[in-house]
C-alpha cells in the first residue's frame, strides 16, 4: 500500500500483572512473547530485503521492561509491582506519587512509564530498537 518506513514496538512482558491478577509473572505467557518477538527481527529483515526503500525500527517493550522490572531507580520509579489506583467501586484509592510507579492499574502503564517507552524507543539505547532508533527512522529520507 505504499508504506516504506515502519515503526513497530514488539511484545512486552506479557505474564507480570500487578494484584489483583497476580504480581507473579506467568513465564509461559513471558516465552510465548519471547517467541513471538524472535521472530520479528528475521520476518522484518526479510521484507527489507524484499521491498525497496522499506526501512523500519522494532522497539523492543520485552527487553525495556526487563530493564526497568530489574532496576526501576536507574529509571525514576519506585515500584514496578503494584498498581497506583486500586479498583473498588464505587470508591477508586490512587497513590500520592504516580510518576514513582510502572502500572496506573492492574492493566495500564502510568504517564511517566509511557513517556520513558516512548524515549527508549526514539532516541535510544540501541539495545533497545532494532536496526535503528524511531528518530533514525523518522529522519532517513
Same mark, same amino acid.
Not at 527508549?120 to 535503528?132: D, E, L
Given at each position: 500500500m505504499g508504506a516504506r518506513k515502519l515503526a513497530i514496538v514488539n511484545v512486552g512482558l506479557i505474564g507480570c500483572m500487578p494484584p489483583p491478577y497476580r504480581y507473579e509473572c506467568d513465564q509461559s505467557l513471558n516465552d510465548n512473547a519471547t517467541s513471538f518477538d524472535a521472530a520479528l527481527k528475521p520476518l522484518m529483515a526479510g521484507l527489507a530485503s524484499k521491498m525497496s526503500g522499506l526501512s523500519y525500527s522494532i522497539g523492543d517493550f520485552y527487553g525495556f521492561t526487563t530493564a526497568v522490572f530489574a532496576n526501576p531507580s536507574n529509571y525514576g520509579l519506585v515500584n514496578t509491582r503494584d498498581s497506583c489506583s486500586e479498583w473498588g467501586y464505587p470508591d477508586w484509592t490512587y497513590c500520592y506519587n504516580p510518576d514513582a510507579y510502572w502500572f496506573w492499574d492492574p492493566e495500564f502503564m502510568t504517564d511517566r512509564a509511557a513517556k520513558l517507552t &516512548? @524515549? &527508549? /524507543?526514539?532516541?535510544?539505547?540501541?539495545? /533497545?530498537? /532494532?536496526?535503528?532508533? /524511531?528518530? @533514525?527512522l523518522l529522519e532517513k529520507k
Open positions: &516512548a @524515549a &527508549a /524507543f526514539y532516541y535510544g539505547p540501541p539495545q /533497545f530498537t /532494532f536496526p535503528i532508533t /524511531f528518530k @533514525a
